[in-house]
């Protein structure tokens, strides 16, 4: 999950200034191309991609292992986050295959100081299934350029392929 701390009174604000209809959910074709490809293999392997309000307040993006959702909010659209907050929440769901629980792809990526401080703050400001490893992968792979292709290799080596 990303969600919002340090900047959260900022974010309100933000919010407030919003036009409604900027909060609506949108169809999966408002993501970038780049990113179309990995959302349309995440649904060949039974995840749900929804760019809608997560059901967890201040919440950028979500994913829920119970329900196999992905969410991105409209707001990180507006915000200009939207590619991260989707490779965050994609890493996560890689990472609930293949039993549900929460684990590790085994990805090292080299984390700049500021990236440390926001794994620092997600966990201690949240929040139950966590741990570093989790958010370590989760936020170095948004500075990745091949991010997609690493995400969709990873897919096919953890995740089982959805009956249709
Ligand atoms: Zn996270």
């Known amino acids: ?9 900022l974010a309100m604000l933000g919010v407030s ?11 999966l074709t408002a993501f970038p191309s780049e990113l179309r ?5 995440l649904s060949a392997y039974g995840f749900a991609v929804r760019i809608a309000l997560p059901p967890v307040r201040q919440a950028y993006g979500l994913y829920q292992p119970s329900s196999r959702t992905i969410w991105v909010s409209p707001l990180s659209f507006e915000l200009g986050i939207a590619r991260q ?5 994609a890493v996560h769901a890689v990472q609930s295959c293949p039993s549900d629980v929460l684990s590790p792809i085994g990805w090292q990526f080299p984390l700049s100081p500021v990236v ?5 703050m997600i966990l201690y400001n949240n929040y139950h299934h966590s741990s570093r490893k989790l958010e370590e992968e989760a936020f170095g792979i948004q500075g990745q350029p091949n991010a997609t292709s690493l995400l969709i290799k990873a ?3 953890r995740c089982l392929k ?3």
């Open 85 to 89: 907050t989707l490779l965050h929440e």
């Open 155 to 157: 897919l096919r080596q």
């Open 162 to 164: 959805a009956r249709n």
């Open 1 to 9: 999950m990303i969600v919002n701390t340090a900047t959260s009174a």
């Open 17 to 27: 200034l919003l036009a409604s209809s900027q909060l609506q959910p949108r169809p």
């Open 116 to 120: 440390k401080r926001q794994v620092d």
């Open 37 to 41: 490809s990995l959302v349309s293999e």
